[in-house]
């Protein structure tokens, strides 16, 4: 998207500084042009909706994996009694003209990332006692993702003229477009111990 931003304001000042905005910018015009702060594009586009992970019931735990839209968008993880026990809710503000965000869930296994085999089980079997380390297990990992199906075209010919307003009122603007723009994370008080954060995620 940023490099959309960048696309969409070049094209757009080429086309200024070319063909002129009425008797066309001087550099006197050019130097004294301020700046107008960022404008959301494509806002009237955004929505918020709720997209629920249902946990396990083998008492596993959960990863909070990070991603660029948590990163960036992340509200807060709240504990929230009205999401049902067993549920990982992400609550997403995002552009439907544009994205489309999804939850990704990866199996976690700790064999393959360590590249070690895993230790053969102590129990019952082998004479010795369970360890308390190996309950509960963790099950995956779980981001926010986003699939884009935005049209570039449709983008800059909505928003030209706000762009041609700023610049004939001698500023220049940040045109930000509405991609992920919130993200909430809630779960229920009493799945709080099921659910590991090891994206820094702020509990």
């Known amino acids: 998207m940023r490099k959309l931003r960048i696309v969409l304001i070049a094209v757009f000042l080429i086309g200024v500084l070319l063909g002129g905005v009425g008797a066309g910018l001087t550099m006197v015009e ?8 960022t404008k959301l594009l494509d806002s009237e586009y955004l929505v918020t909706e709720d997209f629920d992970f249902t946990l396990k019931d083998d008492g596993s735990t959960l990863i909070l994996g990070e991603s660029y839209y948590t990163n960036r968008y992340l509200d807060g993880v709240e504990e929230d009694p009205s999401v049902p026990e ?4 992400y609550q997403v503000t995002y552009n439907q003209a544009l994205v489309e965000p999804f939850l990704q869930y990866v199996p976690y296994d700790r064999a393959s990332e360590s590249g070690e085999e895993p230790p053969e089980e102590v129990g019952e079997e082998t004479g010795g006692e369970p360890q308390e380390e190996d309950a509960p297990a963790v099950d995956g990992v779980l981001r ?5 199906h935005g049209d570039e075209f449709r983008l800059f010919m909505e928003n030209k003229d706000e762009m ?13 477009v509405a991609d992920i723009t919130g993200v909430r994370i809630l779960i229920n008080p009493a799945t709080r111990p099921r659910v590991e954060d090891r994206a820094g995620l702020g509990w």
Do not use: N, P
């Open 86 to 89: 067993g549920i990982v809710r």
């Open 144 to 148: 926010l993702m986003r699939s884009y």
């Open 30 to 37: 050019w130097s004294s042009l301020e700046y107008g702060g």
């Open 164 to 176: 041609l307003s700023d610049l004939k009122k001698g500023r220049l603007s940040s045109y930000e």
